[in-house]
């Protein structure tokens, strides 16, 4: 089965600094997509970005990029330029196959962006 | 930009009272899916929907838990005899052949 570790519970950063936020991903499978997805206090989920397991460039959504090392099984999240409307709780998921099959999450990550 | 529309987005009922969740995919999406997400907890996978069946279901979603897509637009979750551990956000989602799952804002269902 697949699993998703998200290790860090919160994570504090400075308005227009760059944050990283940790994911790594278990799976046997060749073929399998990762997602990450953002829920601010008011409780929806908002998609930000995917990379699928065959693409070779990292993933890039505006501000939002994809570090995708697939050697070392991890799909870090990196935001740059935090903004106050960055803090959420941050979700990574992956999927087994396409992007159609179900999403496994991780726990997530609560990041606090300060002025 | 279209969306996933879900109604209501609060819900409260009786232990053992029927509810029927409400949704509204993506109007050119062909695939369907329902979450849940237990307050303080990770989102969990429940049931996927495609061509007017079920394609994949979780441990969880057992004989108390049906959808069904009555029309073109509208994709919904029954849940028969709801039960205190029910309670949670619900999400629907709906995606394409590429990209992510687009999920709607959650119905709080709330269990009494």
């Known amino acids: 089965a697949q699993k998703i570790t998200q290790t860090q519970p919160g994570m504090f950063v400075q308005e227009k600094e760059a944050v990283t936020l940790d994911c790594t991903y278990d799976t046997s499978d060749q073929s399998y997509g990762l997602f990450w997805y953002k829920q601010p206090s008011s409780g929806e989920m908002i998609f930000l970005i995917y990379q699928g397991s065959y693409d070779e460039q990292n993933a890039t959504e505006g501000r939002y990029s994809l570090n995708f090392q697939k050697a070392r099984k991890s799909a870090n999240l990196v935001i740059s330029a935090s903004q106050l409307g960055d803090s959420a709780m941050y979700f990574c998921?992956?999927?087994?196959?396409?992007?159609?099959?179900?999403?496994?999450f991780g726990r997530g990550t609560q990041l606090t962006v300060w002025p | 930009e279209p969306e996933v529309t879900q109604t209501p987005s609060h819900q409260v009922t009786q232990m053992g009272q029927e509810v029927i969740l409400r949704c509204v995919p993506i109007?050119?999406?062909?695939?369907f899916y329902w979450y849940r997400q237990i307050l303080g907890q990770k989102v969990e996978f429940l049931v996927s929907f495609y061509n007017n069946e079920i394609s994949e279901k979780s441990e969880i979603f057992d004989d108390q838990f049906s959808v069904e897509r009555p029309d073109g637009s509208n994709f919904t979750l029954k849940i028969r005899s709801t039960k205190l551990e029910d309670s949670a956000m619900y999400f629907c989602a709906s995606s394409v052949l590429a990209g992510g799952q687009f999920f709607g804002p959650g119905t709080r269902l709330t269990v009494l």
């Open positions: 109007s050119n999406h062909l695939y």
């Open positions: 998921a992956t999927s087994r196959g396409s992007t159609l099959g179900r999403l496994y």
